[in-house]
Antibody, heavy 124, light 107 residues
Framework: QVQLVESGGGVVQPGTSLRLSCTASGFTFSEYGMYWVRQAPGKGLEWVAVIWYDGSSKYFADSVKGRFIISRDNSKNTLFLQMNTLRAEDTAVYYC?????????????????WGQGTLVIVSS | EIVMTQSPATLSVSPGERATLSCRASQSISNNLAWYRQKPGQAPRLLMYGASTRATGIPARFSGSGSGTEFTLTISSLQSEDFAVYYCQQYHDWPLTFGGGTKVEIK
């Protein structure tokens, strides 16, 4: 079955970096756009970034633009989020999510399914 | 940025009763709206897309309606697993944005 497993979360100090990974299985990873969505403790959902199926295009939320980098390795079925210059407000559970359908064009931009999430805490 | 506003913030409903959740967009998004359910301690799950199309495996007690700026998610007869938080999300334009959520609790 389709599975997304995030890893790499932890406790880090403000101003430092962290790299999250999302390992996919059960589907042809290279045919899907992929996303990162985060949720601060007790708060709602915030879309963070998207990457096209082939890595050709990427978009970011303004809150992370210039600090976060999304990438993927289709040979290893893995999605990444490089988070630099972390701030306290980046503290959240980070979910990776798959695009709705395989698509060799623009993504559908709704999320199905989601991984279980990995917690990032930015604190001194 | 398109702002999504959900109401009410909390909805108290008895099991077996109907629940009606609202989502409003700050500008027209056509029918480019998805709904998700998030149970405590779990990741969100897709319920609806295209404002009114149920995702795979979603039971018929869930229905969605609306277009433009006003949308509704209706749960016809609440089951125990439906007591959760519900989010709407627009995918009409970047950035993709979510509503603040509606918590459906047991009355």
């Amino acid at each position: 079955q389709v599975q997304l497993v995030e890893s790499g979360g932890g406790v880090v100090q403000p101003g430092t970096s962290l790299r999250l990974s999302c390992t996919a299985s059960g589907f042809t990873f290279s045919e899907y756009g992929m996303y990162w969505v985060r949720q601060a403790p007790g708060k709602g959902l915030e879309w963070v970034a998207v990457i096209w199926y082939d890595g050709s295009s990427k978009y970011f939320a303004d809150s992370v633009k210039g600090r976060f980098i999304i990438s993927r390795d289709n040979s290893k079925n893995t999605l990444f989020l490089q988070m630099n210059t972390l701030r306290a407000e980046d503290t959240a559970v980070y979910y990776c999510a798959r695009d709705f359908k395989a698509n060799h064009g623009d993504p559908y931009n709704w999320f199905d399914p989601w991984g279980q999430g990995t917690l990032v805490i930015v604190s001194s | 940025e398109i702002v999504m506003t959900q109401s009410p913030a909390t909805l108290s409903v008895s099991p077996g009763e109907r629940a009606t959740l609202s989502c409003r967009a700050s500008q027209s998004i056509s029918n480019n709206l998805a709904w998700y359910r998030q149970k405590p301690g779990q990741a969100p799950r897709l319920l609806m897309y295209g404002a009114s199309t149920r995702a795979t495996g979603i039971p018929a007690r869930f229905s969605g309606s609306g277009s433009g700026t006003e949308f509704t998610l209706t749960i016809s007869s609440l089951q125990s697993e439906d007591f959760a938080v519900y989010y709407c999300q627009q995918y009409h334009d970047w950035p993709l944005t979510f509503g603040g959520g509606t918590k459906v609790e047991i009355k």
